[in-house]
């Protein structure tokens, strides 16, 4: 692992950690935030998942669970355990508690939609860093070249075959 991704992830998750931490901490607190993402995500949800799948509706629910994922993928991340899955995880909570939390298009005060503003901002800066992260193969080839090569040689090498038959029947 290069120096810059053993810095890079652990301060890329520390705030996943104290986020989520926090999140777990102040769930009732945070619910009422939470519930107009949840009132629209659920039902959302609902109509995406098989009948005998229920979602929940509670916010402090939902707020739950999205700081225990970012508490478990910024682990992960930060220690470079599935670096790109954790990423991409963590990316997945970013934007409903983005949305939740520092929605600066109905503060009515200025200073207040300001401050709204600025952490929208951070939150979208935080989220080019998680796709950068979870882009990041490491310098070793992604699936997609793997997918491409390995059709490549599986045509190579049937052509090589079907060379060694008609050289045998002839």
Known sequence: ????????????????????????????????????VTETLAPAL???TPDSVTVPRDPVLWVRASGAAQVVAGLALATGHF?????????GTLVPSTAA??????????????????????????????????LDTAGKPGLAWRARHATHDARRE??????RVRARVS
């Open 158 to 163: 049937a052509a090589l075959v079907g060379a």
């Open 46 to 48: 609902d109509n995406a």
């Open 1 to 36: 692992m290069t120096l810059s991704r053993l810095i890079a992830r652990p301060l890329l998750a520390s705030y996943f950690l104290a986020n989520g931490a926090l999140d777990l901490r102040e769930a009732p607190a945070l619910a009422a935030q939470a519930a107009p």
């Open 83 to 91: 670096p790109r899955l954790s990423a991409a995880v963590l990316g």
């Open 101 to 134: 939390r520092y929605r600066f298009w109905e503060a009515t005060d200025k200073e207040q939609r300001r401050e709204q503003l600025v952490h929208f901002v951070k939150n979208t800066a935080l989220a080019g860093g998680l796709l950068i992260a979870a």
